[in-house]
Structures are given as C-alpha cells and as structure tokens.
C-alpha cells in the first residue's frame, strides 16, 4: 500500500507564506511526476503545480511566480511553498504522485488526505 502523508496547512494574512510538505510513504519502487491539486469550496478540483523526477516544473497561471514546487527524491517527499497569498488561494490541498508498485506493476495515481489553506483578508 501507498500512502502520501501532508503537512503544513493552516490560516495566514493575505500576503504571507505557508509551505506544505508530502512524503510518500509505502511499498513504492518508483516515483514519476508528483504535485499538488486544489479544491475550493463549490469548485473543480484543478493542477496546481507539479515536478517530474529531473526537476521540470509546471504551474497553473494563478499562481506562477507565487508558489515554488520542489522535491526531494531521497525522501520521496515534495513540497510546496506559497508566497503572496491571496484570499482566492483558500481551498483543500491534495498531494498527488504517480507511483509505480510491485504489487500493481504499473504507475498509478496516489492523493494524500488533504489539507486546509485559509488566506484571510
């Protein structure tokens, strides 16, 4: 079984940082792409940001130059650090990762439990 473990949800200003953290944790024999996922009250969940093995990176516009998405393949962790927050940044995140297991031998999609960013104005 997989698991990816979240951490470092919570409530800031408009304006300040929060960084979310992920570990994925389990009988995994490789990671590809892992990332985060937003949902906000009444809307789709959609792409926030993602980082493939070698480093490559992509963001959804809204939060381009805000958020930064690294990883660390040591620990089969990825983060997430959000500068700049902004009250429309409210919203569930879910770690995400594609992640390849003896068991199924294939990559599959994994989500963590979700945690709670509430930018107040």
């Known amino acids: 079984q997989v698991r990816l473990v979240e951490s470092g949800g919570g409530l800031v200003q408009s304006g300040g940082s929060l960084r979310l953290s992920c570990e994925a944790a389990?009988?995994?024999?490789?990671?590809?792409?892992l990332g985060w996922y937003r949902q906000a009250p009444e809307k789709q969940r959609e792409l926030v940001a993602t980082?493939?093995?070698?480093?490559?990176?992509k963001y959804t516009y809204s939060v381009k130059g805000r958020f930064t998405v690294s990883r660390d393949n040591g620990k089969n962790a990825v983060y997430l650090q959000m500068d700049s927050l902004k009250p429309e940044d409210t919203a569930v995140y879910y770690c995400?990762?594609?992640?390849?297991?003896?068991?199924?031998?294939?990559?599959?999609?994994?989500w963590g439990q979700g945690t709670q960013v509430t930018v107040s104005s």
């Open positions: 389990g009988s995994i024999d490789g990671i590809s792409t």
């Open positions: 980082v493939t093995p070698g480093g490559e990176t």
């Open positions: 995400y990762g594609v992640i390849w297991t003896r068991t199924a031998l294939t990559y599959s999609d994994y």
